[in-house]
Nanobody, 119 residues
Framework: QVQLVESGGGLVQPGGSLRLSCAAS????????MGWYRQAPGKQRALVAT???????NYGDSVKGRFTISRDNAKNTVYLQMNSLKPEDTAVYYC?????????????WGQGTQVTVSS
């Protein structure tokens, strides 16, 4: 059974920082592209950042230069360091694990963790 468990969300003031963690189980973590997505009220889920199994990263335009994604394959965990947070970063943040195998895509999601940026 695949599980992705996010942690680290909460309430933070504008300009502050948070670090999200996502612990994975039930998959061969090192083979998966891991990602963070977010969904604000009334909006579609959007890309925040991804990190491939080889370490290459990709960021959404709105978080470039402020957020950093990283992974620790020994701990089966992916992180999202969020700095210079803005009220518009408020959303539920979801962890994703994806692996494309020839004709099949394995795609798993966590339950999400709330991040609220407010004074």
């Amino acid at each position: 059974q695949v599980q992705l468990v996010e942690s680290g969300g909460g309430l933070v003031q504008p300009g502050g920082s948070l670090r999200l963690s996502c612990a994975a189980s039930g998959i061969i973590f090192s083979l998966y592209t891991m990602g963070w997505y977010r969904q604000a009220p009334g909006k579609q889920r959007a890309l925040v950042a991804t990190i491939a199994n080889g370490g290459s990263t990709n960021y959404g335009d709105s978080v470039k230069g402020r957020f950093t994604i990283s992974r620790d394959n020994a701990k089966n965990t992916v992180y999202l360091q969020m700095n210079s947070l803005k009220p518009e970063d408020t959303a539920v943040y979801y962890c994703n694990a994806k692996r494309v195998i020839t004709f099949k895509t394995n795609d798993y999601w966590g339950q999400g963790t709330q991040v609220t940026v407010s004074s």
